[in-house]
């Protein structure tokens, strides 16, 4: 039973748009989340989290939306650059549960030039 | 500069060979962590640790194990290894105070064949 889904696999945008990835989460224990970006052959880099007491965190072309009420979140890449073609994982942690990430299956984005 | 890194990078096993995948930070972090990456899984927790001679069973642990014997280094093992632990492996750290960000290591591509 996945408990953090990315129901999109993958997401092709152009150069200069915004990508929206999605994450949703069933554990309504979740208090922090998490993205993650990963080139091929190379271990995930963190991106962006946010805490369950906001609602928005943003930094640079990077902004990450929460829903606590849809359990839902999403990144917003604002303009999306070639640079930015990877996979991006979701995660997601509960202090109860000591803190231990629970990530999402990944969505390949590509943008095209 | 710190960092964490994993060896080997790429080995091929034989079914029924026990197999070692190193994991060494410099951070000095306590908490260290395996995931396993597959395609439509995402990362899945194998094993963890929050401290010397302190481990616990992740998701999949089935068929490893993890020793913790100093803070920079949880070595996992594969038992005997099977045709299904073909995967990516992470190794990944955090501070036990800094919050719920962990950083990751390159990877390390095991083939049991």
């Known amino acids: 039973d996945q408990q953090v889904k990315q129901n999109s696999p993958s997401l092709s945008v152009q150069e200069g748009r915004i990508s929206i990835l999605n994450c949703d989460y069933t554990?309504?224990?979740?208090?922090?989340f998490l993205w993650y970006k990963k080139y091929p052959a190379e271990g995930p880099t963190f991106l962006i989290s946010i805490s369950s007491i906001k609602d928005k965190n943003e930094d640079g072309r990077f902004t990450v939306f929460l829903n606590k009420s849809a359990k839902h979140l999403s990144l917003h890449i604002v303009p999306s650059q070639p640079g930015d073609s990877a996979v991006y994982f979701c995660a997601a942690s509960a202090r109860e549960y000591g803190n231990k990430l629970v990530f999402g299956a990944g969505t390949i984005l590509r943008v095209k030039s | 500069d710190a960092e964490i890194t994993q060896s080997p990078r790429h080995k091929i096993t034989e079914t029924g060979r026990q197999v070692t995948l190193a994991c060494h930070q410099t951070w000095n972090h306590n908490n260290m962590f395996w995931y396993r990456q597959d395609l439509g899984h995402g990362l899945r927790l194998i094993h963890y640790s929050y401290g010397v001679q302190d481990t616990n069973k992740g998701e999949v642990s089935d068929g490893y194990s993890v020793s913790r014997s100093n803070t920079e280094d949880l070595p996992l093992t594969l038992e005997s290894a099977a045709s299904s632990q073909t995967s990516v492996y992470f190794c990944a750290s955090s501070e036990s105070s800094s919050g719920n960000t962990i950083y990751f290591g390159e990877g390390s591509w095991l083939t049991v064949v």
């Open positions: 554990n309504s224990m979740f208090d922090y």
